[in-house]
Every structure is written in structure tokens, then in C-alpha cells.
């Protein structure tokens, strides 16, 4: 086993100089000076299970590279484990969502498992952790490594970016197996209050919304154009590249889309001028693409105005921390093959290719830019970067009333918002901005004015500044040793 350490770009925060004023700018900057000067000679580490594949791995990238920019030793590590332990925490993701997943057990040889991988990989990054270092573990994976980072003296962030509003069984399950291993962090970070739960000191519970960054591959703007020749590439879309399908890359490098998506469809792919309903996501149960496919079939042609439906993820084999994507993606094309011939004509099932990180990020933000109505249909979500990502596009969306998305959008403001398991009112909903164009404009700049105001990566940045300097005073005045393994 191998802990993976990421390249991760500098980026400047100047960037930033397009969205804010001169007297905001010199604000912010003054205060990332501070934070500069408080972490020197500290290393910020952050632990995640996967570097490509999820929001979690893109959040971390981007924010990782502008604390970089600012002058902050940010690293990145990516743990390693069996296919048995990713079983284990699917299990666990989908615990803390509410739902019982595959119904496999989480008793104590999962636990022992758990502890064993956890343990490995600690043991790999203790020798270049310090005393003083901070520490943001991500999410249930890589949990058992708290403690050990906590012995060596790190200050650790416990980052859980999954949750649920209720406490149920699987819920209370899933708690009882994580809560041991996250006492010795300093702090919890939340996307939501309500998703900390009770076995967790309150006192320590934070509140941050994840954010995006609005110069990344994937939210950059992208000209008609551009969107137009990455789709025709990739196969996604009819008729002729009518520019090299081009794009910046993260670190402002030039880059195209050479790969192609795999598409299954019944017939040709849909023209430029035909309206799309998109929904990008992981092949995931929670995002309930089976879902989508009912209900976009409840949609009278007529009334969808000639939309087709793109349902888009990435290949199941470039994801690593989930072994389920494979199975729920077959699920997906078993439901696509059972739909009546009129709905599955205009149903287009996209497999996104996602050996190049920023590749598939050019394809999914051509897709989001183009897209008439972006859905996103999930039964649970702890946040849905990909509606906020369709909100700073200035997408007219419909979603779930779920989570985090209860935050993000308030219904007939920003977008619209259904009930997870009604199919009627999400083909309604969808129907009616497919219909009522002045509306879906209005909810759209709404939604774009909202993503400025909240989610944008330097929102977050300060966020965890902030927590940050309120663990300085337990920062050791010591001289920097090197860590002792667990």
C-alpha cells in the first residue's frame, strides 16, 4: 500500500480581482496575510479517499492550489485500501445518508478492517507530519487516521462533507461505527448543522458550505462555440467541431478534448438546436438517475418542447472509492432498455471519459453550459456542487428538496424544488422552464447572484482560515519534531 500525493497547480488569488471591488480585495487580502503569517513553517495537510471522480476531490484540488497561491505548504493525500474497505465505507456513505446501501454488515470485523487500512496509511504520512501541522481529514474514509495524527501533534479537522437532516437507524448505525474514531479532532466541519450528530462534542461542530471555483476548468466561461465543438467531439452532440474544441486548463495552460464519450442511445445523437435536460452525476443510487429516466418519460413530447434527456457520469472504471458505480450504472441501462420506444429515443446515457482530470471537466461544464434545464434528482444530498455549479452558470434548475440543496435554493427563487420520490411534480417542473422561458431566465441570474454571495472558493478559504486561527492558541511553541508512528 501506497499513500498517493497529488500534483496540485498554484493558482493566484488575483483572479479574484474580476468579482470583487478594490476596498473588498484589499479586505480579503489583508486577511489572508494574517493567515499567511500565522501557519509559516506549518504544513496544511488535507486526506481524502480519491483524487478524481467526486466534489470532494475537486473542492480540495481547487482550494488546495489557491492557498498555495497564497503562499500557505497545502498538501494533499489520497489514501489506499482494498476493495473490501471501499465496501466498508460505501456502506458508510450511504449510513449517513439515511440509507442502508447494500445491507452489509458494519460489525467488528468491518471495524477491524477499518482501523488496519486506516492505521497503514497513517503510518505511511506520520514521518513528514509535525507538531503543529494541521490536519483536514475528509469524510469517512480515512477516519482512523485522526487519532494517530492527533499523537503526533497535528491539530486535527474532522471534514464531513455527507449528511442527513433525520436521525434514523442506518443513521444511528453508521454513527456508532465512526464516532470513536473522531474524538481526538479538534474541530467537525459541516455542511449543515443538522447533519452533526449528537455523539459529537456540539462545541466543536462547524458549519462551511463547500464551494467552487469559479475559474476552473470546469465553470469557466465557455463561448457557444466551444461548448458546440467539445459536444460534437465527444460524440454527445451531431454536426461539425466548428472550432478546435479547446479549453484552459486549472493551471491556465491551453488544453482540447481529444478523448470521446460512450454513449448509449437508441438513434443519432440530438442536434445543436435541440433543447437538453442534463443531469451530471456519479453513478450513484443516491442520485437516483433511474429516477430521472421515469420521470423525463413522464414528459409529454409536446410538452418537452423536443427536449432530449443526457444522463452523464463518469466511466465506472475511473473511480476508485466507489466499487457500486459499476452496478448502478447497469441499473440505469436496464431501466433505459425498459422505457417505451418513444421516451427512450430521446434518452442519451453518457459515460464521461476521466483519465484527464481537467478533460472531463470541459466536458461536463460544455454539457452544463449548453443544457436547457439542469436537473438534479437525488434522494439525499449533503450539498449539490453540481447545482451549484449549474446555478453559476446560470442554468434554470430543478432538484431535490433535500439537504444541502434546501440551502442552496429556495423554491421559485433560484430554481425549483420537488420532492424526491414524486415524478409527477419533477416532470411539471421540468416541463414548465422547458415551457416558460422568461421564468427560467429569472431564477437563473437569481441563482448565479446567489453562488456569488455564498459559494465561491474564497468564501470557503476564509471559512477555514478562520477555524484555523481559532486553533492557534493550542499550536505549540515547540520546535518542530518528527512524528511517531501510531
Known amino acids: 500500500?501506497?499513500?498517493?500525493?497529488?500534483?496540485?497547480?498554484?493558482?493566484?488569488?488575483?483572479?479574484?480581482?474580476?468579482?470583487?471591488?478594490?476596498?473588498q480585495l484589499e479586505t480579503i487580502?489583508?486577511?489572508?496575510?494574517?493567515?499567511?503569517?500565522?501557519?509559516?513553517?506549518?504544513?496544511?495537510?488535507?486526506?481524502?479517499?480519491?483524487?478524481?471522480?467526486?466534489?470532494?476531490?475537486?473542492?480540495?484540488?481547487?482550494?488546495?492550489?489557491?492557498?498555495?497561491?497564497?503562499?500557505?505548504?497545502?498538501?494533499?493525500?489520497?489514501?489506499q485500501g482494498s476493495p473490501p474497505f471501499f465496501t466498508v465505507t460505501k456502506r458508510l456513505h450511504n449510513a449517513i445518508h439515511g440509507s442502508a446501501g447494500d445491507g452489509s454488515p458494519l460489525g467488528p470485523a468491518e471495524q477491524a478492517l477499518f482501523e488496519r487500512v486506516g492505521h497503514e496509511n497513517a503510518a505511511e504520512l506520520l514521518p513528514m507530519v509535525r507538531p503543529g501541522d494541521i490536519a483536514i481529514v475528509h469524510d469517512p474514509q480515512p477516519a482512523a487516521m485522526v487519532a494517530p495524527l492527533a499523537r503526533a501533534g497535528a491539530h486535527v479537522i474532522w471534514r464531513c462533507h455527507i449528511g442527513h437532516d433525520e436521525i434514523n437507524?442506518?443513521?444511528?448505525?453508521?454513527?456508532?461505527?465512526?464516532?470513536?474514531?473522531?474524538?481526538?479532532?479538534e474541530a467537525y466541519v459541516f455542511s449543515r448543522a443538522a447533519y452533526a450528530p449528537p455523539a459529537l462534542d456540539v462545541a466543536r461542530v462547524r458549519v462551511i458550505p463547500p464551494s467552487i471555483d469559479p475559474f476552473s476548468t470546469k465553470n469557466q466561461p465557455l463561448s457557444p462555440a466551444a461548448a458546440r465543438s467539445i459536444l460534437a467531439h465527444t460524440g454527445i452532440l451531431a454536426g461539425p467541431e466548428v472550432e478546435p474544441p479547446c479549453f484552459l486548463r486549472e493551471d491556465g495552460t491551453p488544453g482540447r478534448v481529444d478523448r470521446y464519450a460512450e454513449v448509449l442511445r437508441q438513434g443519432g445523437p440530438p442536434s445543436w438546436q435541440t433543447p437538453l435536460v442534463v443531469q451530471v452525476s456519479r453513478w450513484d443510487r443516491l442520485k437516483d438517475a433511474v429516477g430521472v429516466l421515469h420521470g423525463f418519460a413522464r414528459i409529454d413530447a409536446a410538452a418537452a418542447h423536443g427536449a432530449e434527456l443526457v444522463l452523464a457520469g463518469p466511466d465506472v472504471h475511473?473511480?476508485?472509492?466507489?466499487?457500486?458505480?459499476?452496478?448502478?450504472?447497469?441499473?440505469?441501462?436496464?431501466?433505459?432498455?425498459?422505457?417505451?420506444?418513444?421516451?427512450?429515443?430521446?434518452?442519451?446515457?453518457?459515460?464521461?471519459?476521466?483519465?484527464?482530470?481537467?478533460?472531463?471537466?470541459?466536458?461536463?461544464?460544455?454539457?452544463?453550459?449548453?443544457?436547457?434545464?439542469?436537473?438534479?434528482?437525488?434522494?439525499?444530498e449533503g450539498f449539490g456542487l453540481t447545482v451549484t455549479e449549474a446555478m453559476w452558470k446560470a442554468r434554470p434548475i430543478v432538484a431535490s428538496a433535500v439537504g444541502g440543496i434546501q440551502d442552496q435554493i429556495d423554491d421559485g427563487c433560484q430554481g425549483l424544488l420537488v420532492a424526491p420520490t414524486?415524478?409527477?411534480?419533477?416532470?411539471?417542473?421540468?416541463?414548465?422552464?422547458?415551457?416558460?422561458?422568461?421564468?427560467?431566465?429569472?431564477?437563473?441570474?437569481?441563482?448565479?447572484?446567489?453562488?456569488?454571495?455564498?459559494y465561491i472558493g474564497i468564501h470557503s478559504l476564509l471559512r477555514y482560515g478562520a477555524l484555523i486561527e481559532s486553533l492557534a492558541s493550542r499550536i505549540r511553541s515547540v520546535v518542530p519534531e518528527r512524528a511517531v508512528s501510531p
Open 1 to 23: 500500500m501506497a499513500l498517493r500525493f497529488p500534483t496540485v497547480s498554484l493558482l493566484p488569488l488575483d483572479r479574484y480581482g474580476t468579482l470583487f471591488d478594490a476596498s
Open 29 to 79: 487580502f489583508a486577511r489572508i496575510a494574517e493567515l499567511r503569517a500565522l501557519l509559516e513553517g506549518r504544513v496544511v495537510w488535507n486526506i481524502s479517499s480519491s483524487a478524481v471522480g467526486g466534489g470532494v476531490a475537486e473542492m480540495v484540488r481547487s482550494l488546495l492550489a489557491y492557498a498555495r497561491g497564497a503562499g500557505v505548504d497545502a498538501r494533499w493525500a489520497v489514501v
Open 169 to 185: 437507524r442506518d443513521v444511528e448505525h453508521a454513527w456508532r461505527f465512526l464516532a470513536p474514531y473522531l474524538q481526538d479532532a
Open 318 to 380: 475511473s473511480v476508485a472509492d466507489d466499487p457500486e458505480g459499476a452496478a448502478v450504472y447497469a441499473e440505469v441501462i436496464a431501466a433505459w432498455h425498459a422505457l417505451s420506444d418513444e421516451p427512450r429515443h430521446r434518452v442519451h446515457l453518457v459515460s464521461l471519459p476521466a483519465v484527464d482530470v481537467d478533460e472531463n471537466a470541459a466536458i461536463v461544464n460544455a454539457l452544463q453550459s449548453h443544457a436547457s434545464v439542469i436537473v438534479q434528482k437525488s434522494l439525499h
Open 422 to 454: 414524486d415524478l409527477d411534480a419533477f416532470a411539471r417542473a421540468v416541463a414548465c422552464l422547458l415551457d416558460d422561458r422568461a421564468l427560467a431566465e429569472q431564477l437563473a441570474a437569481a441563482a448565479r447572484a446567489r453562488v456569488l454571495e455564498r
